[in-house]
Nanobody
Framework: QVQLLESGGGLVQAGGSLRLSCAASGIIFSINSMAWYRQAPGKQRELVASITFGGNINYANYADSVKGRFTISRENAKNTVYLQMNRLKPEDTAVYYC????????WGQGTQVTVSS
Protein backbone atom coordinates (compact mmCIF):
# COMPACT_ATOMS: atom_id res chain seq x y z
CA GLN A 1 0.00 0.00 0.00
CA VAL A 2 1.39 3.38 -1.00
CA GLN A 3 1.28 6.14 1.59
CA LEU A 4 2.08 9.82 1.23
CA LEU A 5 3.21 11.74 4.29
CA GLU A 6 3.10 15.51 4.01
CA SER A 7 4.74 18.00 6.32
CA GLY A 8 5.80 21.62 6.45
CA GLY A 9 2.52 23.49 6.56
CA GLY A 10 1.81 26.22 9.07
CA LEU A 11 1.05 29.87 9.65
CA VAL A 12 3.18 32.52 8.00
CA GLN A 13 2.89 36.23 7.33
CA ALA A 14 2.45 37.53 3.81
CA GLY A 15 5.79 37.72 2.06
CA GLY A 16 7.17 34.80 4.02
CA SER A 17 8.22 31.32 2.93
CA LEU A 18 7.36 27.72 3.68
CA ARG A 19 8.61 24.41 2.33
CA LEU A 20 6.27 21.47 2.03
CA SER A 21 7.56 17.91 1.87
CA CYS A 22 5.82 14.76 0.69
CA ALA A 23 7.45 11.41 1.30
CA ALA A 24 6.07 8.37 -0.49
CA SER A 25 6.40 4.95 1.12
CA GLY A 26 5.30 1.45 0.25
CA ILE A 27 5.77 -0.59 -2.88
CA ILE A 28 6.04 1.89 -5.69
CA PHE A 29 6.71 1.04 -9.28
CA SER A 30 7.39 3.48 -12.04
CA ILE A 31 6.30 6.84 -10.69
CA ASN A 32 4.98 8.96 -13.53
CA SER A 33 4.59 12.19 -11.69
CA MET A 34 4.14 13.85 -8.33
CA ALA A 35 2.25 17.03 -7.73
CA TRP A 36 0.85 19.46 -5.22
CA TYR A 37 -2.78 20.53 -5.26
CA ARG A 38 -4.56 22.91 -2.95
CA GLN A 39 -8.11 23.51 -1.85
CA ALA A 40 -9.29 26.70 -0.24
CA PRO A 41 -12.60 26.87 1.67
CA GLY A 42 -15.53 26.93 -0.72
CA LYS A 43 -13.33 26.35 -3.76
CA GLN A 44 -12.44 23.39 -5.93
CA ARG A 45 -9.15 21.59 -5.58
CA GLU A 46 -6.63 23.02 -8.03
CA LEU A 47 -3.24 22.01 -9.34
CA VAL A 48 -0.40 24.09 -7.92
CA ALA A 49 2.66 22.38 -9.38
CA SER A 50 3.63 19.05 -10.84
CA ILE A 51 6.83 17.30 -11.73
CA THR A 52 6.83 14.60 -14.39
CA PHE A 53 9.61 12.08 -14.56
CA GLY A 54 11.09 11.43 -17.97
CA GLY A 55 14.28 9.42 -17.63
CA ASN A 56 17.01 11.79 -16.52
CA ILE A 57 14.90 14.87 -17.08
CA ASN A 58 12.14 16.13 -14.83
CA TYR A 59 9.49 18.42 -16.25
CA ALA A 60 7.94 20.96 -13.91
CA ASN A 61 4.63 22.68 -14.44
CA TYR A 62 3.07 25.48 -12.41
CA ALA A 63 -0.23 27.23 -12.05
CA ASP A 64 -0.02 30.79 -13.33
CA SER A 65 -0.82 32.12 -9.88
CA VAL A 66 2.36 30.65 -8.37
CA LYS A 67 4.86 30.93 -11.23
CA GLY A 68 8.01 32.68 -10.10
CA ARG A 69 7.17 32.16 -6.42
CA PHE A 70 6.90 28.39 -5.95
CA THR A 71 9.38 25.71 -6.93
CA ILE A 72 8.71 21.99 -7.06
CA SER A 73 11.62 19.57 -6.76
CA ARG A 74 12.23 15.90 -6.23
CA GLU A 75 14.67 13.78 -4.26
CA ASN A 76 14.70 10.48 -6.09
CA ALA A 77 16.43 8.34 -3.49
CA LYS A 78 13.80 9.21 -0.89
CA ASN A 79 10.73 9.22 -3.17
CA THR A 80 10.15 12.70 -1.84
CA VAL A 81 8.85 15.81 -3.51
CA TYR A 82 9.15 19.32 -2.14
CA LEU A 83 7.31 22.56 -2.72
CA GLN A 84 9.28 25.66 -1.85
CA MET A 85 6.84 28.54 -1.47
CA ASN A 86 8.23 32.07 -1.41
CA ARG A 87 6.57 35.46 -1.30
CA LEU A 88 3.43 33.91 0.05
CA LYS A 89 0.14 35.77 -0.28
CA PRO A 90 -3.08 35.51 1.74
CA GLU A 91 -4.73 33.96 -1.31
CA ASP A 92 -2.30 31.03 -1.04
CA THR A 93 -4.13 29.98 2.12
CA ALA A 94 -5.47 26.46 1.59
CA VAL A 95 -5.03 22.82 2.44
CA TYR A 96 -2.22 21.50 0.28
CA TYR A 97 -2.38 17.90 -0.93
CA CYS A 98 0.37 15.74 -2.34
CA UNK A 99 -0.47 13.57 -5.33
CA UNK A 100 1.44 10.63 -6.78
CA UNK A 101 0.62 9.03 -10.11
CA UNK A 102 1.73 5.57 -11.11
CA UNK A 103 -0.72 3.20 -12.70
CA UNK A 104 -2.95 4.48 -9.90
CA UNK A 105 -3.33 7.83 -8.23
CA UNK A 106 -2.62 8.40 -4.57
CA TRP A 107 -3.31 11.37 -2.30
CA GLY A 108 -1.87 12.56 0.96
CA GLN A 109 -3.97 13.65 3.91
CA GLY A 110 -3.29 17.34 3.35
CA THR A 111 -1.40 20.00 5.25
CA GLN A 112 -2.79 23.42 6.14
CA VAL A 113 -1.05 26.55 4.92
CA THR A 114 -2.31 29.83 6.31
CA VAL A 115 -0.93 33.17 5.17
CA SER A 116 -1.87 36.18 7.25
CA SER A 117 -2.00 39.67 5.82
Amino acid sequence: QVQLLESGGGLVQAGGSLRLSCAASGIIFSINSMAWYRQAPGKQRELVASITFGGNINYANYADSVKGRFTISRENAKNTVYLQMNRLKPEDTAVYYCNLATSKTYWGQGTQVTVSS
